[in-house]
């Protein structure tokens, strides 16, 4: 069984990437890349989310369609908020 390590004191260290799988790597990765091209400084949850959606074939659709969420609205919502959120962060800083 394989544990997480403790975290780095130095905030600048790499995660160690041998103690999560790939797919979470790649969800991570790709949240990131969501985050940057926003502007953000943080990855925040809606990052995360939005980078799940990107990757349709790791979500279960038929059950997200099943609860009355269709996809494609809830990325586009998310991305709207994401850049609200961005622009707010603009102005008051």
Known sequence: MTTVPPAANDATSEPRRDVCSPELLRLL???LAVADSGGAEQVGIEHIVLAMLLHTRNIPIPALLDI????TIAFARLAEFA???METRCLTT
Do not use: I, N, V
Not at 68 to 71: E, H, K, N, T, Y
């Open 83 to 85: 850049r609200r959120e």
């Open 29 to 31: 990765d790709d949240a």
């Open 68 to 71: 009355g969420l269709d996809p």
